[in-house]
């Protein structure tokens, strides 16, 4: 029976090189705070328990941690002031049962994979320390993997911080990623044991790997080759570097299922992206929150593309701009949006529907077939079957205090640069002249048209100027 793993996630720290007013750990990558994607992973792993060892800005990370959405309720550990990674983790320790196994990472690494995760936890096997490691071309800075001997299978003896290690040890590449699975009763006596005598006078949680060599315990390392997934983040840049990570890492596996992006290195995901089969996706498009895109579905170069459900066969054309909210937006079977179209939270088209440049639509549905083609606003409004709506008309749907629905009845005909205003039905079949002002409702079948009548007068002079 494998023991129950308690996750610790170090989140104290200052963070010092973003150089923002941020707690470090809730800055974004792929959209979601980087302590965030710890968390899923922790959830990933069934994990019984999480506690975050918060500290610099405390109160923000515990208050984000709270509107985080996850089945893995984290508890807290405040540590103040911060006195090391050793000196983290004792924090955590009243918190811990003895009968688990404690895996210890931090809330500024986002990338590592529940899988990785569970290899190390079946090499501490409940007995052993188990530490994730990897070979790095350059590790200066980076807690050294000591061993007895040369070989790469020989004991693990010790890990030395860069600043206490000698020349000699700052030569090993293999370095600690501050990633370790230790049984937690064991933890609870090696913490104990900790002192700070060393080059930063900090508690180093790395020293407790000398005591499990002195009590005989194994201590394994893990090797991994993949970089990305024990890398932290201290800086704007490295936040930038592994977002590029990140977002290729989706873009393949998006790929992998059959979707064809035109370049992997121009789409971003902050969010969840369904897709059908033989689904499109042209350059610079951006998807966040939930997306779920149909078979044959058509993305064009440069949409934002949040919250919504695009039904097969739809053609989104360029620089569109989707954002349904809470409320979600759906767009119907073989539907046209765009280019420049805006669909805003409770926008419902039906199938075929066509949206074109420069049409808002907010909190509508269009029936089958309907049509908005130009320079035009659809907000409270319920459209009927091909419905076709023209250019510069608007739905006056506020009275300023209020908001009111727009009945549009099945095959009406709305001219251009009309106004209806709301509370108004406008009867199936009906037509609206260009430039009416609708205030009352309109019969079925009627043309309604309300504007000044036209007059020209034949005998009038045109001004002219005043000689001084
Ligand atoms: C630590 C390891 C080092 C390893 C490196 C990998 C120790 C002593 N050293 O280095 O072997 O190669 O990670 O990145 O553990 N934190 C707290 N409280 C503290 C100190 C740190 O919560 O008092 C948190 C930080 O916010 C961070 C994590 O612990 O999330 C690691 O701290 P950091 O200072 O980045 O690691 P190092 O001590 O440099
Ligand atoms: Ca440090």
Redesign the pocket.
């Known amino acids: 029976m494998a023991l129950p793993i308690d996750v610790v996630i170090?989140?104290?720290?200052k963070?010092t090189r973003m150089k923002s007013g941020l707690p470090?750990v809730l800055h974004r990558l792929g959209g979601i705070a980087l302590l965030h994607h710890v968390i899923r992973c922790a959830e990933k792993m069934s994990a019984r328990k999480a506690v975050v060892?918060t500290?610099h800005g405390a109160t923000e990370v515990e208050a984000a941690c709270a509107l985080m959405s996850s089945d893995l309720v984290p508890q807290f550990a405040r540590?103040e002031p911060?006195?090391?990674?050793?000196?983290?983790v004792q924090q955590a320790v009243p918190l811990l049962a003895d009968d688990g196994v404690t895996l210890v990472l931090?809330?500024?690494v986002p990338l590592t994979e529940a899988s990785t995760l569970q290899a190390l936890v079946n090499e501490c096997d409940g007995q052993r320390l188990a530490l994730l490691t990897l070979a790095m071309p350059d590790p200066t800075?980076?807690?050294r993997i000591v061993r007895a001997g040369m070989q790469a299978s020989s004991q693990v003896r010790a890990?030395v911080?860069h600043k206490d290690a000698s020349e000699e040890q700052r030569k090993i590449t293999e370095?600690?990623?501050?990633i370790m699975a230790v049984p937690t009763r064991l933890l609870r006596q090696w913490l104990a044991r900790l002192d700070n005598k060393n080059a930063q006078n900090?508690y180093?949680?790395?020293d407790i790997v000398k005591f499990a060599v002195a009590d005989g315990v194994a201590v394994v390392a893990h090797q991994i080759t993949d970089a990305a997934q024990v890398a932290?983040i201290?800086s704007p840049v490295q936040l930038a570097e592994l977002e590029r990570v990140y977002q290729q890492r989706r873009a393949i596996a998006l790929m992998e299922q059959g979707v064809r992006l035109a370049d992997p290195a121009r789409f971003d995901v902050r969010g969840e992206l369904t897709c059908g089969a033989d689904v499109e996706i042209d350059v610079n498009c951006l998807f966040e929150g939930k997306v779920t895109l149909g078979d044959g579905v058509r993305i064009s170069a440069n949409c934002v593309i949040a919250n919504c459900t695009i039904a097969a066969g739809a053609v989104i054309h360029p620089f569109t701009h989707i954002d349904g909210e809470k409320l979600g937006v759906q767009v119907g079977e073989g539907a046209l949006v765009g280019p420049f179209a805006r669909l805003r939270p409770g926008a419902e088209l039906g199938a075929e529907v066509h949206i074109g440049n420069f049409v808002e639509v907010k909190n509508s549905t269009l029936a089958k077939g309907a049509k908005a083609n130009h320079l035009a606003y659809l907000g409270d409004a319920t459209v009927g079957e091909r419905v076709n709506y023209g250019a510069g008309s608007i739905t006056a749907n506020y009275d300023g205090a209020n908001k009111h629905r727009t009945v549009i009845e099945a095959d009406v005909h709305i001219g251009s640069n009309c106004v209806l205003v709301a509370p108004v039905t406008i009867g199936a079949g009906g037509t609206v002249g260009g430039g009416s002002t609708i205030t009352k409702s309109t019969p079925p079948a009627a043309l309604s048209v309300a504007r000044g009548k036209q007059v020209s007068l034949t005998n009038w002079q045109r001004p002219v100027k005043v000689k001084s």
Not at 10 to 13: C, E, H, V
Not at 82 to 88: E, R, V, W, Y
Not at 175 to 178: R, T, V
């Open positions: 170090m989140a104290a720290g963070g470090k060892i500290g540590q911060q006195l090391g990674t050793g000196h983290a931090s809330g500024d800075g980076y807690g890990i911080e370095i600690y990623s501050g900090e180093y949680l790395t932290g201290n």
